[in-house]
């Protein structure tokens, strides 16, 4: 995902950054654009495939992506 994402943006390479994360237990890139959280981008695994790749960009989600949620019933 990061060479695909470095590839489009090549002319912002040098201000982009991306981390491997887990998001929902699925791996994820956190991309960040001059520092700032920008997206959020997470792939669905079915028998060794990537069978889904979704992005999030929300500012109000992102706002929370760090931080880890509490569940409860």
Known sequence: MARLITAG???FVDR???E???VNGWPALL???DGEIDSVMSV???EGLVSGMYTV??????SRILREASLSR
């Open 9 to 11: 943006l090549a002319i």
């Open 16 to 18: 982009m950054s991306a």
């Open 20 to 22: 491997l994360v887990q």
């Open 31 to 33: 991309l960040r654009f």
């Open 44 to 46: 669905r695994v079915v």
């Open 57 to 62: 960009r929300n500012p109000e989600k992102l």
